[in-house]
């Protein structure tokens, strides 16, 4: 599945990139649909941080991110650095009490605040202390009247705030806000946004809430979290992305969805789950139609099962992985070496599933055997790997099982 989001640049009063905003887009079509403002900002926010990744976007530079009343009063942009990103609150928040008492407390904890399509209102009484915390006033300049503007402009001497002129499209439009002092300058006149894609995989199996409930408890179970995540595909491949970052990215490579766990840390898990169930609560579920995912977590759980039966030095969670990524390139219709430059899997696991000979590939491929019912091709693994056929057939019906029960969750919450 692509995914996409938009990057538009600011540039300040030399003309040179000093930040981007980031925008919602569907597809290739550079124009902005008609969306749930919840829905658009956690999309920008699982393709830009887990999908993309946020360094790739930024190169270095702030990144302003549009975040609803909902969303801010949910503490969204507490989950992310404040060097990474600047709060951009839209012009649908209706300025009152909540809303200063979070700004604030979002500059305490060293947010930079952004006010979009920012009209002052006089009648409002929170509208002037919300122009006293914030960072940047942005005005857009197809919207706006020559008087609103100018309220805004004597404000910025007076209170502090740089401006930003957004929608500037025309070279007379640029050379007005240069000569009303704008600090910064955004629009069609320097850059049309620019699409960036990705893939995704899609989500399959609903368990962000199951996970929630186990990271609320007092001490909360590290085995029942990766048990639960690793029964969502799309979920752990965001995991091994996001922790792949270079905010994140470990010493060692990945050989467990426990051992990512461990280094990620259980409030941190808990913050993108809880994006993640924020963009999940305002998308329709779709019908469980995707055969390769399920194929995917038969097989994962299969490699596992058999993987405990032989006597080696590779670890069962390692055998799990090699098979719940091992059909990956068809999720993504995108090559298996390109996909593994973005995941910090262990080298064994990377050689698996490129087709390189160690043991995890000859189990993987006893696994596909049996799939096929390629008979012939199991013998001949089973006496490489030493295994019978009674632990074959117990293991390819308890992987069925398996999946089947997960399927039977699932249709159970549609």
Known sequence: MEVFVARQPIFDANEEKAAYELLYRQNQMNSFPNIDGDQATADVIINSFMNIGIDSLSSGKPCFINFTENLLKLKVPTYFNPRDIVVEILESVVPDKDIVAICLELKK???????????????????KELMRIADYVKVDFLATTEEMRNNIEVFSRLLGYKMIAEKVETAEQYREAREKGYHYFQGYFFSKPNIISSHDVPVYFHSYYSIIQSLEVSE???????????????????????INSPAYRPKHKIHSIRQAIVLLGFMEIKRWIYVLAVRERVVTKGKLENEVITLCLTRAKMCELVGKKRK???????????????LMDTILSVPMMQILEDLPLDDKICDALTGQSNELKDLLELVIAVEKADWSEVEKKMVLLQLVEEDISESYQQACQ????LLAQELAQQ
Do not use: H, R
């Not at 909360?220 to 996001?242: A, F, G, R, T």
């Not at 398996?402 to 029960?405: L, S, V, Y």
């Open 312 to 326: 080696g030095s590779v670890s069962t969670s390692s055998y799990f992985l090699t098979g719940m990524f091992s």
């Open 220 to 242: 909360p179970s590290i085995e029942v979290i990766s048990e639960l995540i690793e029964q969502d595909l799309s979920l752990s491949y965001k995991l091994l992305k996001l």
């Open 402 to 405: 398996w999946t089947e029960k």
């Open 109 to 127: 904890l060293g947010y930079k605040i952004a006010l979009d399509d920012f009209v002052f209102n006089d009648s409002n009484p929170f509208c």
